[in-house]
């Protein structure tokens, strides 16, 4: 075995009719990135007491707008992305072709699911926000579109699955190559997750809103999408995840630390992201305090590997940076590449992580929680989570996978550096604005320019919001200039012929108990059995359903 | 660089840490008595203006320093939108929602729950100094959300 993290450290080729696949599938996801960055400017100045809704020709309310903000930012970018870039990474590190067929299906689906859920959200018939509360009602057509995005992602996990199939029947008693392994796990968590939101949308949202169910379970379904909505974040995050932990060390010259710990740490959050839900739901009435506080321990657990990420990752930069000449105690941080903007934007992305993570442990921490529930706090945490540490990583990311799909090389690099800069500034400064004033009370979710009431210490809050917010939303049209650039004016056949994959200081173990960490079924197993634990009780003592809500369209 | 030896450190400093958040917060709810809402018991959201308390919606006293309020969160008021108490009183908040779902959060305090259309929202707080609280709906409700407040005022 080698120390490489694929099967073939040599090369790799997918052939062009797949790669195109993947690059269309991963263009939806950026496209959504720029569409929805645009109405996050009128979010951010209405904190700040400004309202620039007049700008928008066509636009109803702040509320369709927001709505748009986030189905396209937190679900279409990070799906579209995750569903071409997980196949890819799998289909290297195997070195073998994916399933045609269902490479066209994951792409037409998300397509056609991202068009007709844009479809009823342009015409003011989906404003409902992108956790589609019931008994808030949305057109039937919108929540189709949203089950074909969901149907989309188990398409290109079956085919990441069946490729690992495929391989395992050829190279048995073999371990996993490493990229492979996290791929794969990264979207089987998923699919264990995204059974709540299944449920919700196909047993009651879509049968509610077409009239075939007069009335709906509020309660039901949100924590339906709360079962998915806290593995969804970790569905988000993976990929960046994986980027950070298997290709950067390549990037900036270092070495994955440890091959065994890589894997641990994904199989936690396998069994660990979904049992957790009612952490978002610590104000909820009907659910007992009992199983919140069960959940509130599940939380702090799944905390446990992304501080072990939090080692590893930054372990293998040092290696990095002294590697590449770097002294003293933080001086090999000068020596990280950051010349590379695809260095520089996931540097920066894990830079905001750190205190997205803090602020996620104050939201997880039960009692706590009242004091920041709904504020604008919510929102300052989560944008320095999937707001920049999946979002910068996804641009970081972009900066070779775009030159590596198209063969064109990367268009105004010093453009590049300077939109992540000016991201990563932004988004520190909006989220300073949203967590001071939501300790404040300033709610989230509220058109805040138009609000009927206010507090004096809002006012300092909302206008750092409205500079940081700003600030993102230049970066971010930057980061579209130069994808635009690329794929337009990169200059051909200047693209990078293979993926940054990395190499770990050890090659994978070969016997003892590091075997049982590639069986994925096992795994799949126990975290089905605790999701069990963590949520029969609340349906036994609950179920069926309380079905009280007609539909409500007041959009 | 002993990658491993630090590896060890940080990860047991990091579980240790997350021992000592948590007792923190068995501390908060257990001896300090903070406590999140519950089951409080199923409404017909159809018929609040015939199921008690919420009849009649307001605030009534229900022992000494002790005090009920029976507030209905609809689009886009509270009702009543107006709550007065004398400071120093433990109030009893019951909420409920006839339409869609709400927030409920009194700025400055740590009363924060969402109404859900069928379940009954309750919390306990003890307001020790005069003054006044923004009651907020802090969840989207539709068109006119951010016109939905309320005042608290403690005497």
């Known amino acids: 075995m080698s120390n490489a993290i694929v099967q073939d450290p040599t090369g790799f080729e997918l052939p062009e009719s797949q790669r195109r696949l993947i690059r269309w599938t991963v263009y939806i996801g950026y496209f959504a990135l720029v569409a929805g960055v645009v109405h996050g400017l009128a979010q951010a100045l209405s904190y700040a007491g400004i309202n620039i809704l007049q700008y928008f020709p066509g636009l109803h309310s702040y509320y369709q707008g927001l709505t748009i903000h986030g189905v396209a930012n937190a679900l279409v970018l990070t799906f579209a992305f995750s569903n071409g870039f997980l196949p890819l990474l799998t289909a290297r590190a195997l070195g073998r072709r994916l ?96 059974l709540g939101i299944a449920t919700s949308f196909i047993g009651f949202l879509l049968p509610w809103s077409l009239g075939i169910l007069e009335r709906t379970d509020p309660l039901l379904n949100r924590t339906l999408f709360w079962f998915t ?95 590449n000449g770097g002294k003293g105690l933080l001086g090999w941080i000068r020596h990280l590449h950051w010349s590379d903007p695809s260095v520089t934007a996931q540097l920066l992305a894990m830079f905001t992580f750190v205190f997205g993570g803090i602020t996620g442990l104050i939201n997880a921490s039960y009692t706590v929680n009242q004091v920041v529930h709904n504020t604008a706090w919510v929102p300052g945490h989560f944008h320095m989570t999937v707001g920049s540490a999946v979002a910068m990583t996804l641009m970081g990311v972009a900066y070779w996978l775009v030159p590596y799909l198209t063969g064109r090389g990367l268009w105004g690099r010093k453009l590049a550096l300077a939109q ?63 994808l635009l650039g690329t794929i337009f004016a990169g200059r051909k056949g200047e693209g990078p012929k293979d993926i940054p994959f990395g190499f770990t200081l050890r090659p994978p173990a070969t016997s003892g108990w590091e075997l049982r960490l590639d069986r994925l079924g096992l795994w799949v197993v126990v975290a089905i059995v605790l999701v069990v634990i963590a949520y029969a009780p ?18 | 660089m002993r990658v491993h030896t630090f590896e060890k450190a940080f990860l047991w400093l990091g579980a240790v840490m997350l021992v000592a958040f948590g007792g923190a917060l068995i501390f908060a709810s257990v001896a300090m008595g903070i406590h999140l809402p519950g089951r409080a018991g199923l409404i017909d959201p159809q018929q609040l203006a015939s199921t008690p308390p919420f009849d009649q919606p307001g605030v009534r006293q229900t022992g000494p320093n002790q005090y009920e309020a029976v507030v209905i969160g609809r689009v886009w008021m509270f009702e009543p939108s107006e709550i007065r108490v004398p400071a120093g009183s433990e109030v009893t908040f019951v909420v409920t929602t006839p339409d869609v779902i709400h927030g409920f959060e009194i700025e400055g305090t740590r009363i924060n729950m969402m109404l859900i259309p069928g379940q009954i929202s309750k919390n306990s707080y003890t307001f020790t100094r005069p003054g006044e609280h923004l009651l ?8 006119n959300h951010h016109t939905m407040f309320g005042k608290v005022i403690v005497e």
């Open chain 1, 229 to 323: 909505g806290h593995a969804i974040v970790y569905a988000w995050l993976l990929p960046a995840y994986i980027s950070w932990y298997a290709l950067i060390p390549r990037q900036t010259g270092g070495r994955i630390v440890s091959d065994s710990l890589t894997r641990v740490v994904f199989i936690l959050f396998l069994i660990l992201s979904v049992p957790t839900g009612f952490h978002h739901q610590y104000t909820d009435p009907g659910i007992t305090t009992t199983m919140k506080a069960m959940h509130a321990v599940l939380t702090f657990g799944v905390f446990y590997p992304s501080l072990a990420t939090a080692f590893s990752v930054v372990a293998a930069l040092e290696i990095a940076g002294r590697s």
């Open chain 1, 99 to 194: 399933n045609a067929g269902l490479l066209h299906a994951t792409f037409w689906l998300l397509l056609v699911g991202v068009g007709l859920a844009l479809w009823k959200l342009t015409t003011n018939q989906a404003s409902v926000l992108y956790t589609a509360y019931a008994p808030l009602q949305a057109h039937w057509i919108y929540y189709l579109g949203l089950v074909l995005v969901v149907l989309s992602t188990y398409c290109a996990a079956a085919n990441m699955f069946v490729a690992l199939a495929g391989w395992r029947k050829e190279h048995r008693g073999e371990r996993i190559p490493l990229l492979a392994f996290i791929s794969v796990a990264s979207y089987a968590m998923w699919l264990i997750a995204s």
């Open chain 2, 136 to 143: 907020i709906c802090h969840e989207y409700c539709g068109l």
């Open chain 1, 420 to 482: 992540s800069w000016i991201y990563a500034v932004g988004v520190l400064v909006m989220a300073r604005g949203l967590i001071s004033g939501g300790l404040e009370g300033m709610p989230r979710r509220t058109f805040m320019a138009m609000a009927t009431y206010s507090r004096p210490g809002w006012k300092l809050a909302g206008a750092i919001t409205g500079v940081g917010g700003t600030l993102m939303t230049i970066g971010a049209l930057l980061f579209f200039v130069v």
């Open chain 1, 538 to 555: 609340f349906a036994i003592s609950y179920l069926p359903p309380h079905l009280v809500s007609r539909g409500f369209r007041l959009f």
